[in-house]
């Protein structure tokens, strides 16, 4: 298993739970990790994403200031820290790896960024559950 993402639960709105994305050092080292949801019948979402190579970070508007990516080398993980949680956030949430980014030339270009795309990704996490409602 290359990628293995838990934390997810049931909790009323307003609350609060950390998801958590463990890999292997290899994966964390040379891959950007990506945070998804797929809601029932709906597609699935880009969340949020961290760069393994510089450490930026990137958001989608819908969850833009309540959610907060972080990254752990420590434990080789990679979390998501969701506050405020509404109804709506209630999904099956994944993570994913993309490979960094590459040079073309001088310029770095880098897979993390706010149109983050899971087309492609090189590694899937299996989903969590997260639900909330009163």
């Known amino acids: 298993v290359q990628l293995q993402a838990s934390g997810g639960g049931l909790v009323q709105p307003g609350g609060s739970l950390r998801l958590s994305c463990t890999a292997s050092e290899f994966i964390l080292k040379h891959y950007a990790i990506g945070w998804f949801r797929q809601a029932p019948g709906k597609e699935r979402e880009g969340l949020s994403c961290?760069?393994?190579?510089?450490?930026?970070?990137a958001y989608t508007d819908s969850i833009k200031g309540r959610f907060t990516i972080s990254r752990d080398n420590a434990n080789n993980a990679v979390y998501l820290q969701m506050n405020d949680l509404k109804p709506e956030d209630t999904a099956v949430y994944y993570c994913?790896?993309?490979?960094?980014?590459?040079?073309?030339?001088?310029?770095?270009?880098?897979?993390?960024?706010?149109?983050?795309?899971?087309?492609?990704?090189?590694?899937w996490g299996e989903g969590t559950q997260v639900t909330v409602s009163s």
């Open positions: 994913a790896a993309h490979i960094d980014g590459y040079y073309s030339g001088q310029y770095y270009y880098s897979w993390c960024t706010p149109q983050m795309s899971g087309d492609n990704m090189d590694y």
């Open positions: 961290i760069s393994s190579s510089s450490g930026s970070t």
